[in-house]
């Protein structure tokens, strides 16, 4: 995200201009969609287009055209910085697919609308259709650390200390077993 760059209405892609909604609640629409089992690899890039875009796209162009737009316009890298040893050498990096995983969208839905509102006064509910997916994530990122989300942030990532009393890691296990997300449950119990 560049301040100095608008946010992305409209592109090209093979000589073609398209407008494009990126309104937060549309890509959430889209997460659904791609969680889907029941859809096939092509339906789901033609539901996806479907939602995002103003005209239909069908067939082989739209799984090429949906993944342009994925890596282009949804899917947000955050940079990791580079870190050093007491050497000077760069530490390996963990590759993305391994990082642990401590917000879900959908899950933390009621967390997320709490935070927006207390943070930023923000009710999500009237933003839908007007907050571009790249303000929601500049937003959802930069929530401060009195917020319920963030809270719950810490506690997931949450690793016990030598420090810590054994009270204090119980108090810390049991909120991490309060807040897991769903898929990692089955870990923590």
């Known amino acids: 995200m560049r301040l100095n760059d608008p946010l992305v209405t409209s592109f090209s892609y093979d000589d073609?201009?398209?407008t494009?909604?990126?309104?937060?609640?549309?890509?959430?629409?889209?997460?659904?969609?791609i969680a889907d089992?029941?859809?096939r690899e092509h339906e789901k890039a033609e539901i996806c287009l479907a939602l995002l875009?103003?005209?239909?796209?069908?067939?082989?162009?739209?799984?090429?055209l949906w993944n342009y737009i994925y890596e282009e316009f949804i899917n947000i890298k955050v940079e990791q910085p580079i870190m050093y040893d007491i050497k000077g050498n760069p530490l390996p990096v963990q590759p993305e697919e391994e990082?642990?995983?401590f917000i879900d969208l959908e899950q933390d839905a009621e967390y997320i609308f709490a935070s927006f509102k207390q943070a930023y006064g923000m009710n999500l509910y009237q933003e839908q259709g007007k907050l571009h997916w790249h303000e929601f994530?500049?937003?959802?990122?930069g929530l401060p650390s009195d917020t319920i989300m963030?809270?719950?942030i810490e506690i997931r990532a949450w690793?016990?200390?030598k420090g810590d009393s054994a009270e204090h890691k119980k108090n810390m296990e049991d909120l991490q077993r309060r807040f897991a997300l769903k898929e990692s449950r089955e870990e923590v119990d």
Request: hydrophobic share 40%; proline share 4%; net charge negative.
């Open 99 to 101: 990082k642990e995983q």
């Open 16 to 18: 073609k201009d398209y």
């Open 37 to 39: 089992k029941s859809l």
């Open 150 to 152: 963030k809270r719950i």
């Open 159 to 161: 690793k016990p200390s």
């Open 137 to 141: 994530q500049a937003l959802l990122h």
């Open 20 to 33: 494009i909604d990126l309104a937060f609640d549309n890509v959430l629409d889209v997460f659904d969609v």
């Open 53 to 64: 875009l103003d005209e239909p796209i069908k067939g082989e162009e739209a799984i090429d």
